[in-house]
């Protein structure tokens, strides 16, 4: 029944996230060039309700996102956030007034049958709800030189750029997710337990970089590299860390295994294809920003 609650719970938490893109895409789009000050269309963004409703609703959606990971694995959660991009898709385009395009219907219906794949044939497992401290020791010794490359390599302005902190962006959603999973099992121990915790503070700060690497991804230009770059990069952390650090597994074997491959395969392979399709949306409407 958990595993139920889970599926339902990040479903909703996808539906949410996608609302609150679109919205804030939308409003992003109706700010006039004459409105942009030293802040950029941020500052003028402040005002709109529409803009902070979006934005409302994709904090809920993060507290979905939290729900769920306290009822299912990682793995579950992260692969069925995936689908805000099946959501994303005909509200962007009732709003922008135009048609989905066959290709876009295609990449839809090939994220759906890989989703359904991945959790009736995977059968995706729960494992610890906390990362050991050396765990997590490792993972910094061996995540913060990557970052750290990423960040060099994204000093160029350009399409660059905008891929690195795509991916820098994508990586550290994946791991406040990880550790979100891990607060959520100490709410029900109570305030000392949560707020003792180093796992908190470490969510605060990975989650706050996160958003400013999203932002200045944006805003570095080139869209289409930096969106599906995140989008991708997530639930790829995200699981990774919920295999090795939370022994978390798919449920298969034999010949299933190679329809499993096929299917992550094919949902990395749409997930692509559909961001860049929202990127290329969002690029041709004026201040955008998500």
């Known amino acids: 029944m958990a595993h139920l609650h889970a599926i339902g719970l990040a479903l909703v938490a ?3 996230i996608a609302f609150s893109a679109v919205m804030r895409h939308w409003a992003a789009a109706r700010v006039p060039d004459v409105d942009l000050g030293r802040l950029g269309a941020i500052g003028s963004l402040v005002h709109r309700p529409l803009w902070w409703f979006g934005t409302a609703v994709g904090a809920g959606g993060y507290v ?19 689908s ?11 709003l922008s007034g135009r048609a989905i395009r066959h290709s876009e219907w295609l990449w839809a219906l090939v994220l759906s049958v890989a989703i359904v794949v991945l959790l009736v044939v995977g059968d995706p497992r729960q494992g610890k709800q906390h990362v050991a401290s050396w765990h997590w020791a490792l993972t910094a010794a061996i995540g913060v030189p990557l970052f750290a490359a990423c960040l060099l390599g994204a000093r160029q302005p350009g399409r660059r750029r905008a891929l690195l902190l795509g991916v820098a962006a994508g990586a550290l959603f994946g791991i406040a997710a990880v550790l979100t999973k891990g607060l959520v099992t100490l709410i029900g121990e109570g305030a000392a337990a949560v707020f003792g915790s180093a796992e908190t503070y470490a969510l605060v700060v990975v989650g706050a970089a996160a958003v400013v690497l999203q932002q200045d991804s944006y805003q570095a230009g080139a869209l289409q590299a930096s969106l599906p770059a995140a989008t991708v990069t997530e639930p790829v952390v995200a699981g990774a860390l919920g295999i090795l650090l939370l022994d978390e597994y798919f449920d298969v074997d034999g010949p299933h295994v190679i329809l499993l491959t096929l299917a992550l395969a ?15 949306e969002s690029t041709a409407t004026p201040a955008s920003i998500h």
């Not at 979905?64 to 956030?81: D, E, I, N, P």
């Not at 805000?84 to 009732?94: E, M, N, R, V, W």
């Open 266 to 280: 094919a949902m990395t392979a749409a997930t692509l294809a559909l961001a860049r399709s929202a990127a290329t």
């Open 14 to 16: 996808a539906l949410c």
């Open 84 to 94: 805000s991009l099946l959501f994303a898709l005909p509200l962007a385009a009732t």
């Open 64 to 82: 979905f996102q939290a729900m769920a990971l306290g009822r299912g694995s990682v793995l579950l959660v992260q692969s069925l956030l995936v």
